[in-house]
């Protein structure tokens, strides 16, 4: 379920259009893909990752009232937040494991390499 962005009713995710007020919520021709729209006057690139980043070149940005490839940078923060906090240690471990043994590791893949063409070779 999700919300629609002028009206605000619930409504399902793979609803084309608003049940209740019409509004478009899916790209014209792909009903698949979400359009993004902006709520008032604030265009959607002012909370946008790709904005942020600087990586995105659509000709609309930075006014866009409607877009496919939003991407709201506050919602992925609060999902960074929300991730259990073992995660980016174990990133970080393999990390420092990885700057500390570039030769075990990769003596490491040369060996499972080979395990795995010894397997192929003798089917
Ligand atoms: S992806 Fe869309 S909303 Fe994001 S910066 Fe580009 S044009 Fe703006
Ligand atoms: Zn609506």
Redesign the pocket.
């Known amino acids: 379920m999700q919300n629609c962005p002028k009206c605000h009713q619930s409504v399902s995710s793979s609803a084309v259009t608003c049940p209740y007020c019409r509004t478009v919520l899916k790209a014209y021709g792909h009903p698949g893909i979400t359009l ?1 729209r902006a709520v008032g006057d604030t ?3 002012e909370s ?4 942020a980043d600087d990586t ?1 070149n ?1 000709p ?3 006014d ?1 009232q409607e ?1 496919t ?3 709201n940078m506050n919602q992925r923060q609060s999902d960074r937040e929300a991730l259990p906090s073992t995660s980016p240690n174990l990133i970080h471990a393999l990390r420092l494991c990885w700057q500390q043994n570039p030769t075990l590791l990769g003596l490491l893949g040369l060996a499972v390499v080979s395990v795995m063409l010894t397997l192929i070779a003798s089917k």
């Open positions: 993004h265009p959607l690139c946008c990752t790709y904005h995105c659509f609309q940005r930075p866009a877009c490839l939003y991407d």
